[in-house]
């Protein structure tokens, strides 16, 4: 069985809605299947729930029950002598997967904070981020560095998933720096580098993160063609010919937007493109609405539509150039300094 295949996701209205329960029980379920390592203690093989808890110092009670659970929603299979194993759902939550889904489970349920004042949020329209985290979520980061890690460890997760699409449609051709804003471990940016041999780049992100890029460019092999500099986007960003922005202008406001727009517009060298690769709001993009609530808890941002981006574009000096779909949840959309009226 599988999560989308479970009794409760049902035809009929009334299931459906008693079923969105179970689907949020199901996500508090994958943390906690996540946290235990259990994909890791089921790599050689399939265990009882107390073999499980022993290797990881869990209740066997408790344990037991939570894998019941983990086989209800088709992470696990269990077998008439109560042995598990695992199915390829789970296989998404092994640690030494380079596509590993586990930091991104870890860290987006781990940020639970702002939840409980949801509505209030939606009644008095006022983001309640600042308030849980004691400033901004990436101050946050910054105090608690084992979470930074997990946050830049989701992010390319993330990329690993949908980032080989998106690349695909990023020209590099003739770039000759391209600088990855906010890039944390600088995936995308690999990615791109991958294609192009020749292309030479620049990760930029805050400080406390830039100090895992540089070691995450190290090991994948990067550290000739790519440099890694610490600083802050709302001040001034390293000149290129290509600036990437992805997963950036959702996290906040327009009027953060434009500041970090108007210091791309500053960092570009002449004939050079910024692209921007963020979810679109719109009929076919359903997964923006709900990314769309995500924003408002954990930050000050937003997912927006095209015409909110071109509002944004212009009011920063920038004019798009193409929108192209990327099959992922994220378009890429490029842009050039407007030309004087
Ligand atoms: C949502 S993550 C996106 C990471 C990456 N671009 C990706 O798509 O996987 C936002 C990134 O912006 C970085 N960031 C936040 N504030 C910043 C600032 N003031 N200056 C530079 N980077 C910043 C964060 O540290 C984080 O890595």
Redesign the pocket.
């Known amino acids: 069985m599988s999560l989308n295949t479970a009794p409760w996701q049902s035809d009929d209205a009334y299931e459906q809605m008693v079923g969105t329960l179970f689907n949020y029980w199901a996500c508090w379920t994958v943390y906690a299947v996540a946290h235990l390592s259990i994909a890791d203690h089921l790599a050689s093989g399939n265990l009882t729930a107390a073999e499980v808890a022993r290797r990881e110092g869990s209740a066997p009670h408790t344990t037991l029950r939570l894998m019941r659970a983990g086989a209800a929603v088709g992470l696990l299979t269990e077998d008439a002598n109560e042995r598990f194993g695992s199915t390829p759902l789970l296989e998404t939550l092994r640690s030494d997967d380079p596509r590993s889904l586990r930091p991104f489970v870890l860290s987006q349920m781990a940020s639970w904070l702002p939840w409980d004042r949801f509505v209030a949020s939606i009644r008095d329209g006022v983001t309640r981020s600042t308030e849980a985290f004691g400033g ?1 979520p ?1 101050d946050f ?1 910054a105090a608690h560095p084992e979470e930074a890690e997990r ?2 460890a989701a ?2 997760g ?2 690993a998933l949908w980032g080989p699409a998106i690349a695909k449609v990023i020209d590099t051709r003739g770039v000759r720096c391209a600088v ?5 471990n600088g ?2 940016l690999m990615l791109l580098q991958r294609d192009n041999l020749d292309l030479r780049g620049i990760v ?3 400080p406390n ?1 830039a100090e895992y890029a540089h070691l995450e460019v190290t090991r994948s092999g990067f550290a000739e063609r790519t440099s890694v500099v610490g ?4 001040e001034s960003i390293p000149q290129g010919d290509l600036l ?1 922005l ?3 202008l959702h ?1 906040w406001s327009d009027d953060e937007c434009i500041i970090i727009l108007k210091r791309c517009r500053q960092a570009l060298a002449p004939a050079g493109r910024i692209a921007v ?1 963020d979810s679109i709001v719109g009929p076919n993009n359903p997964r923006a609405a709900l990314f769309d609530m995500n924003m408002l808890m954990g930050c000050t941002g937003r997912e927006r539509t095209i015409d909110e981006f071109d509002e944004l574009f212009g009011v920063a000096g920038l004019q798009r150039i193409t929108v192209r779909d990327t099959g992922t949840p994220q378009s890429v959309i490029e842009l050039t300094v407007a030309e004087a009226e």
């Open positions: 901004s990436f980061l946050f830049s992010m390319a993330v990329t990855d804003v906010g890039g944390a995936a995308l930029f992100d805050r993160i600083g802050d986007f709302f990437l992805k997963f950036i996290d690769i």
